[in-house]
């Protein structure tokens, strides 16, 4: 694991200039290349830094509420509310 954590971080990455300011493509050519490095790397990677908890705002359940226009058809609102913590740690 700390063998590829390291060849990780001293590896030289040919950065792309193919007019893409940031996201993936300045260091894969294509979403193929992209997805075959994620398939094969993809375990090894989660382990440099595992999430336990969301990064989600927590939210209440979603409300829908059922509207019917003039000419029968029907459409929802959804209502959601951000979740407020009141537990005191």
Same mark, same amino acid.
Request: hydrophobic residues 25%; charged residues 30%.
């Given at each position: 694991?700390?063998? &590829?954590?390291? =060849?990780?971080?001293? /590896?030289? !990455? @040919? #950065?792309?200039?193919?007019?893409? +300011?940031?996201?993936?493509?300045?260091?894969?050519?294509?979403?193929?290349?992209?997805?075959? &490095?994620?398939? =094969?790397?993809?375990? /090894?990677? !989660? @382990? #440099?830094?595992?999430?336990?908890? +969301?990064?989600?705002?927590?939210?209440?359940?979603?409300?829908?509420?059922?509207?019917?226009?003039?000419?029968?058809?029907?459409?929802?609102?959804?209502?959601?509310?951000?979740?407020?913590?009141?537990?005191?740690?």
């Amino acid at each position: 694991m700390s063998e &590829f954590i390291n =060849k990780l971080r001293d /590896q030289k !990455i @040919k #950065i792309n200039d193919n007019g893409w +300011p940031s996201g993936f493509y300045k260091y894969f050519c294509s979403n193929t290349c992209y997805n075959n &490095f994620a398939d =094969k790397h993809a375990e /090894q990677i !989660i @382990k #440099i830094e595992p999430r336990n908890e +969301p990064l989600e705002t927590p939210i209440e359940d979603p409300v829908k509420t059922k509207h019917e226009t003039g000419y029968g058809h029907t459409y929802y609102n959804t209502t959601i509310k951000e979740r407020v913590d009141t537990s005191m740690e």
